[in-house]
Structures are given as C-alpha cells and as structure tokens.
C-alpha cells in the first residue's frame, strides 16, 4: 500500500492489525474463498486509504467494503460459472464441508444475512445496512436460509 498524504502510517497499521483477519475470515465466508476473500479486504483497505481524510468510522467502512467487494464477486461469478460447489476448499476451512457447501448453494443475500447473522454476529438494523435493504427483509432472509439448509439436511 502506497503511503498517502494525510494518512498516519501508524493509524492505518493499527487497524489493519485489529481487522483483517476478522474481515479475511468474513470475505472467506462469503465467497467461499480464501484467495478471493484476501483480495476483498485488500481491496477494502486501499480504498479505505484513499479516502482516509472524510471516513468517520473506518471499521464500518471497512465492513461495507468488504461485504460490497463479496457482492460484486458473486456478481461476476454468476456470469462465469454454473456450480459455487466446486469453489469450496476443504482444504483451508475448518467449517464442516457439508455445511460450506450447503451454504453456497445459497443465493446472495440469504448466505450473506446468514454469515453476517450467525458468524459475525450483526445485529439486524447492521445486516440491512450492509445488505441494502430493510431489517425484516433481513429477517425474512434469515428464516428462509436456514429453512433451505434445514431441507438440505433433512433425511
């Protein structure tokens, strides 16, 4: 990261320090991806740099970022391919495969409600905000995602 006039190099060290493991494991979630997810939150963080001088809560913004980032990933990834099953490594995620896999077969927004819900531990108004939409619809994704996995599940 290119050091930019206005942005204490400490500062920004510090938070990246204290988030980006946190925000890692989040983008990992959501893309099902460690390599994407690490992508995310850098990018997250260069454009945190670039507008250092008017974020009053750089942390929120970094979250925003980050599920923004996911968003757009999965955007792209709709018109590349077919199946989000194949992009699950087992191998660098210690959540039960099957989960992982049920999860992604999950559309946007409802993995998204569901790992910001259950991982992240947002509350309901915080999940709007990052999803675009009002807390009920976060509600409603919520009781949907799950009612998904729990027939995914079911014998």
Same mark, same amino acid.
């Given at each position: 990261m @290119?050091?930019?006039e206005g942005v204490p190099p400490s500062s920004l060290?510090?938070?990246f320090e204290a988030e980006h493991d946190g925000l890692a494991r989040l983008a990992c979630l959501l893309t099902g991806s460690t390599l994407v997810a690490e992508d995310v939150v850098q990018d997250a963080f260069v454009q945190l740099q670039m507008r250092w001088a008017s974020? @009053?809560?750089?942390?929120?913004?970094?979250?925003t970022a980050v599920v923004n980032g996911c968003r757009g990933y999965h955007r792209r990834l709709r018109r590349e391919r077919a199946s989000y099953a194949a992009l699950v490594s087992t191998a660098t995620m210690p959540e039960t495969p099957i989960v992982l896999d049920v999860l992604g077969r999950l559309p946007y927004r409802q993995r998204a409600a569901l790992v910001l819900r259950f991982y992240e531990d947002s509350p309901d108004e915080e999940i709007a905000a990052l999803l675009g939409c009002r807390p009920a619809t976060v509600r409603s994704l919520v009781h949907r995602g799950?009612?998904?996995m729990r027939k995914a599940f079911a014998p």
């Open positions: @290119q050091q930019q060290a510090v938070l974020v @009053q809560r750089p942390g929120a913004y970094l979250r799950l009612d998904a």
